[in-house]
């Protein structure tokens, strides 16, 4: 590790002009920014095809406005559900907590300048960014969005425009539009990584980072490994679409009448590939949130973590285990039981290192002088709605169970508190506690306190009912249960969610209003806020271009040295030498 | 504080020097530390940056590999294995000569001698583009036999394979231009020599295992 010499100042000036400030800027944290911005539009517009949704399947007659015929088909519904899916998942999930905090503090928490291939870095948001334009651009060709999932599954995705609207241009649409997105991902995973590995400050030791730091980097890995894979994917379905292979189609396919002039290949293939890219996605979407969470619980304890060295072990077992479980999406694909049981069991062991997460955050807690604060209540809800989304895995996690409740609502229920929700309270938890750091004022904890209170128990209210209504038999994906005999004594729950939804949705309004007028109006940060530890809060808020304002931070000790006994203060930043923490003992 | 003689400090140089462990030594500009501006990464991470960047290209084409090897392997199977034009192995043969001839350029960098430094990276640069152009016959002769893209799965495959790795040989190839021309603002010779031979050498090991698994298990 060599020191960084400190005596080059011009580095400390931003460059001129906005374009290259704050547009094509190659700052880390101008690209967190920009790919924190992309995430609350793409949520913004996620959340609005969610709400049309819930407003037709209690509605399914009613006349909407900007809807030409005026009344939702179904294959407009399914359009709504691939695209709730796939801009949630890869624009929001993958984007906000990765993406946008990732790049902003993986450099100041390890006490670098800048990311290690900064143009790289920008390039990989731009990619993003085109990316999402394509993938929205897909509603307004002719046909509309395309109706195959999130998931893509062949032969649906894979047959053109003959197997349904959406089917042609769109899908296609679709297909590039991830595609760009793998290949903006890659360059920006290899930045993390990279930087991680090699821009540490002296003694940033592996063993001090952290744990934010160590999510981002394993989820970087997994990116690397997962996103390639989905690229590969990508290219066979986009031939079997345009250039009349097989790769994905079986023999003897016909559509409306039409045998397709394909022979010999296999869904089932596409499946495999897709979801060894998509379980992994699952914990590219909540790690980051892990790490924010134990890094919020222990702050906000001012206790440090309990079982450090055990959270790394488990954050890499997670990422680790999660790419040898993918075939537990497929247990009704028809697999051999004996894959399936392999499947199951690696399945639940995923629930060892899960357990170990969420006992130490509990031991994190354990009497600590807990202060709550908005980022500490989203982090606590995160851990509740983890441990809720993950009881209801274990009911997954196994065949035989899965047979019965795969395509129904109670999958919805299960992914959704798990990956949707406890991975959104993450980034709720990020914005509230870093927002004074990003934009050197506080947001207010009054009108953030609302807003939490409502969204917790919002969240419970929309997903808890569906896990009733899946049990029931309420199929997934269906726009219409109007005339299901079975689930008409379940219409109230329904109706129950769809009001729940609608004012959860509402009360985000809250959070929109907080951000910006917090921006102009909130309490001036100081550099360090929450009394915490970590290199971010020893520079200003917002950090000088160069983060560390020419000097370079040297590291003396762990990440969460919090009431650490005989210290003048319950907390000692990374960066204080050993001799100034104790006074003459 | 900083000395690296924890475990997680070994930890870190052996990844850093891990990409240039086919070479042995390190050459000046590689392993050397230093930042030239105080924002800049070190030269070792650009080695680091390549590994990782490889490890992606390998996941890349591994998903094709085991789509072949899955798609092959159904029973009742329409596959009808190809016979791959016998011009892959003079093809084949090329590539791996500029293996040598890149090891032989960076040799001659290390050694100071810029003449034949430049010597040998061109006829590597050369080399590869007689290697592109033989496929490009290759695909000529298939295409003359009347062997398209979607004229059986295995057929599918090999145009997918080798288009794969022509575009990512033209890449290495764009790289060798670009390093024996000018010089990077934030890249040393000594590393961008150093990233662009691993990125080739890595290419002509993929594509042997390419043609081996076209040859072998067709």
């Given at each position: 590790m060599s020191v960084i010499p400190s005596s080059s100042q011009s580095v400390s000036e931003a460059p001129k002009g906005i374009v290259r400030r704050y547009i094509f800027s190659t700052n880390h944290k101008v690209v967190g920014v920009q790919y924190f911005l992309l995430a609350l539009i793409a949520v913004a517009i996620g959340i609005v095809l969610s709400l049309l949704m819930r407003f037709h399947v209690v509605w399914p007659g009613a006349h909407i406005p900007f809807l030409s015929g005026g009344i939702m088909t179904p294959e407009q519904y399914l359009a709504l559900v691939t695209m709730h899916g796939t801009i949630m998942v890869f624009f929001v999930l993958t984007t906000a907590p990765q993406a946008g905090f990732g790049n902003y503090f993986l450099p100041l928490q390890i006490g670098a300048p800048e990311m290690a291939f900064p143009r790289l870095n920008m390039l990989s948001f731009w990619g993003t960014l085109v990316a999402f334009v394509v993938m929205l651009a897909a509603f307004l060709v002719p046909g509309g969005g395309p109706i195959s999932g999130w998931t893509a599954y062949p032969p649906l995705s894979a047959l053109g425009s003959i197997s349904g609207p959406g089917e042609g241009l769109g899908q296609t649409m679709w297909i590039i539009s991830i595609a760009i997105f793998c290949v903006a991902s890659l360059l920006g995973a290899v930045t993390f990584i990279a930087t991680t590995i090699d821009m540490r400050a002296p003694g940033m030791k592996l063993m001090r980072l952290p744990l934010t730091v160590w999510s981002w980097f394993v989820t970087a890995i997994l990116i690397l490994m997962a996103f390639s894979v989905l690229l590969a994917a990508g290219v066979l379905l986009l031939l079997d679409r345009s250039a009349g292979t097989s790769f994905f189609i079986p023999a003897g396919v016909v559509v409306n009448s039409q045998l397709q002039n394909h022979s010999g290949g296999s869904p089932l293939l596409w499946q495999h590939l897709f979801w060894f890219f998509g379980h992994p996605e699952v914990y590219i979407a909540i790690l980051p949130g892990m790490g924010v969470v134990s890094h919020v619980l222990s702050n906000f304890s001012r206790k440090p973590v309990f079982g450090y060295r055990v959270m790394v072990f488990a954050t890499c077992a997670i990422g680790f285990l999660g790419f040898t479980v993918w075939g537990h999406h497929m247990f009704i694909s028809g697999m051999s039981p004996y894959s399936g049981f392999a499947f199951s069991l690696l399945t639940l062991a995923i629930g060892v290192p899960s357990a170990i997460k969420t006992f130490n955050w509990l031991g994190?807690?354990?009497?600590?002088?807990?202060?709550?604060?908005?980022?500490?209540?989203?982090?606590?809800?995160?851990?509740?709605?983890?441990?809720?989304?993950?009881?209801?895995?274990?009911?997954?996690?196994q065949p035989a169970l899965d047979m019965v409740l795969h395509a129904t609502y109670y999958v919805v229920a299960h992914f959704h508190i798990i990956m949707a929700m406890?991975?959104?309270?993450?980034?709720?938890?990020?914005?509230?506690?870093?927002?004074?750091?990003?934009?050197?004022?506080?947001?207010?904890?009054?009108?953030?306190?609302?807003?939490?209170?409502?969204?917790?128990?919002?969240?419970?209210?929309?997903?808890?009912?569906?896990?009733?209504?899946?049990?029931?038999?309420?199929?997934?994906?269906?726009?219409?249960?109007?005339?299901?005999?079975?689930?008409?004594?379940?219409?109230?729950?329904?109706?129950?969610?769809?009001?729940?939804?609608?004012?959860?949705?509402?009360?985000?309004?809250?959070?929109?209003?907080?951000?910006?007028?917090?921006?102009?109006?909130?309490?001036?940060?100081?550099?360090?806020?929450?009394?915490?530890?970590?290199?971010?809060?020893?520079?200003?808020?917002?950090?000088?271009?160069?983060?560390?304002?020419?000097?370079?931070?040297?590291?003396?000790?762990?990440?969460?040295?919090?009431?650490?006994?005989?210290?003048?203060?319950?907390?000692?930043?990374?960066?204080?030498?050993?001799?100034?923490?104790?006074?003459?003992? | 504080m900083a000395s690296s003689t924890t475990a997680d400090g070994i930890e870190i140089e052996k990844l850093g020097d891990g990409g240039d462990g086919s070479s042995g030594h390190g050459d000046g500009g590689v392993g050397g530390g230093g930042f030239g501006r105080s924002d800049?990464?070190?030269?070792?991470?650009?080695?680091?940056?390549?590994?990782?960047?490889?490890?992606?290209?390998?996941?890349?084409?591994?998903?094709?590999?085991?789509?072949?090897?899955?798609?092959?392997?159904?029973?009742?199977?329409?596959?009808?294995?190809?016979?791959?034009?016998?011009?892959?192995?003079?093809?084949?043969?090329?590539?791996?000569?500029?293996?040598?001839?890149?090891?032989?350029?960076?040799?001659?960098?290390?050694?100071?001698?810029?003449?034949?430094?430049?010597?040998?990276?061109?006829?590597?640069?050369?080399?590869?583009?007689?290697?592109?152009?033989?496929?490009?016959?290759?695909?000529?002769?298939?295409?003359?036999?009347?062997?398209?893209?979607?004229?059986?799965?295995?057929?599918?495959?090999?145009?997918?394979?080798?288009?794969?790795?022509?575009?990512?040989?033209?890449?290495?190839?764009?790289?060798?231009?670009?390093?024996?021309?000018?010089?990077?603002?934030?890249?040393?010779?000594?590393?961008?020599?150093?990233?662009?031979?691993?990125?080739?050498?890595?290419?002509?090991?993929?594509?042997?295992?390419l043609f081996m698994l076209l040859v072998l298990g067709k």
């Amino acid at each position: 590790m060599s020191v960084i010499p400190s005596s080059s100042q011009s580095v400390s000036e931003a460059p001129k002009g906005i374009v290259r400030r704050y547009i094509f800027s190659t700052n880390h944290k101008v690209v967190g920014v920009q790919y924190f911005l992309l995430a609350l539009i793409a949520v913004a517009i996620g959340i609005v095809l969610s709400l049309l949704m819930r407003f037709h399947v209690v509605w399914p007659g009613a006349h909407i406005p900007f809807l030409s015929g005026g009344i939702m088909t179904p294959e407009q519904y399914l359009a709504l559900v691939t695209m709730h899916g796939t801009i949630m998942v890869f624009f929001v999930l993958t984007t906000a907590p990765q993406a946008g905090f990732g790049n902003y503090f993986l450099p100041l928490q390890i006490g670098a300048p800048e990311m290690a291939f900064p143009r790289l870095n920008m390039l990989s948001f731009w990619g993003t960014l085109v990316a999402f334009v394509v993938m929205l651009a897909a509603f307004l060709v002719p046909g509309g969005g395309p109706i195959s999932g999130w998931t893509a599954y062949p032969p649906l995705s894979a047959l053109g425009s003959i197997s349904g609207p959406g089917e042609g241009l769109g899908q296609t649409m679709w297909i590039i539009s991830i595609a760009i997105f793998c290949v903006a991902s890659l360059l920006g995973a290899v930045t993390f990584i990279a930087t991680t590995i090699d821009m540490r400050a002296p003694g940033m030791k592996l063993m001090r980072l952290p744990l934010t730091v160590w999510s981002w980097f394993v989820t970087a890995i997994l990116i690397l490994m997962a996103f390639s894979v989905l690229l590969a994917a990508g290219v066979l379905l986009l031939l079997d679409r345009s250039a009349g292979t097989s790769f994905f189609i079986p023999a003897g396919v016909v559509v409306n009448s039409q045998l397709q002039n394909h022979s010999g290949g296999s869904p089932l293939l596409w499946q495999h590939l897709f979801w060894f890219f998509g379980h992994p996605e699952v914990y590219i979407a909540i790690l980051p949130g892990m790490g924010v969470v134990s890094h919020v619980l222990s702050n906000f304890s001012r206790k440090p973590v309990f079982g450090y060295r055990v959270m790394v072990f488990a954050t890499c077992a997670i990422g680790f285990l999660g790419f040898t479980v993918w075939g537990h999406h497929m247990f009704i694909s028809g697999m051999s039981p004996y894959s399936g049981f392999a499947f199951s069991l690696l399945t639940l062991a995923i629930g060892v290192p899960s357990a170990i997460k969420t006992f130490n955050w509990l031991g994190t807690i354990w009497g600590g002088k807990i202060q709550f604060t908005t980022a500490m209540l989203f982090a606590l809800g995160f851990v509740s709605l983890f441990v809720t989304g993950g009881l209801s895995g274990l009911f997954l996690a196994q065949p035989a169970l899965d047979m019965v409740l795969h395509a129904t609502y109670y999958v919805v229920a299960h992914f959704h508190i798990i990956m949707a929700m406890a991975a959104i309270f993450g980034i709720f938890s990020a914005t509230y506690f870093w927002f004074p750091k990003m934009f050197g004022r506080m947001l207010n904890e009054r009108m953030g306190k609302l807003h939490f209170w409502v969204t917790f128990a919002g969240a419970y209210c929309i997903f808890m009912p569906m896990h009733f209504l899946g049990i029931e038999g309420a199929p997934r994906r269906y726009a219409d249960f109007t005339g299901v005999n079975y689930l008409e004594p379940l219409a109230p729950l329904n109706h129950f969610v769809t009001i729940a939804a609608f004012v959860t949705g509402a009360a985000q309004l809250i959070f929109i209003f907080n951000f910006f007028w917090s921006l102009k109006y909130g309490r001036r940060a100081s550099r360090n806020p929450w009394n915490s530890t970590t290199l971010e809060w020893t520079t200003d808020s917002p950090p000088p271009p160069d983060n560390f304002g020419g000097r370079s931070p040297e590291v003396y000790r762990g990440a969460y040295e919090f009431s650490v006994p005989g210290a003048p203060e319950d907390f000692i930043p990374q960066n204080l030498p050993p001799v100034k923490a104790v006074p003459a003992s | 504080m900083a000395s690296s003689t924890t475990a997680d400090g070994i930890e870190i140089e052996k990844l850093g020097d891990g990409g240039d462990g086919s070479s042995g030594h390190g050459d000046g500009g590689v392993g050397g530390g230093g930042f030239g501006r105080s924002d800049a990464a070190p030269q070792r991470a650009y080695v680091t940056g390549m590994t990782i960047a490889l490890g992606g290209v390998l996941m890349f084409f591994m998903a094709l590999v085991s789509a072949y090897i899955v798609r092959k392997g159904f029973p009742n199977s329409d596959w009808r294995g190809l016979d791959v034009p016998w011009i892959l192995w003079l093809n084949t043969t090329i590539l791996i000569a500029s293996s040598f001839t890149v090891a032989r350029s960076r040799n001659r960098y290390v050694a100071g001698d810029k003449e034949g430094f430049r010597h040998w990276w061109a006829v590597t640069a050369i080399l590869g583009c007689f290697f592109l152009v033989g496929q490009l016959i290759a695909w000529r002769e298939l295409a003359a036999a009347g062997v398209y893209l979607a004229s059986n799965p295995s057929s599918s495959f090999f145009y997918v394979f080798t288009a794969a790795h022509g575009l990512h040989l033209l890449g290495g190839i764009a790289a060798l231009g670009f390093v024996g021309v000018r010089a990077s603002r934030h890249l040393t010779r000594g590393t961008a020599i150093e990233v662009a031979s691993m990125y080739w050498h890595f290419m002509d090991g993929l594509w042997v295992f390419l043609f081996m698994l076209l040859v072998l298990g067709k």
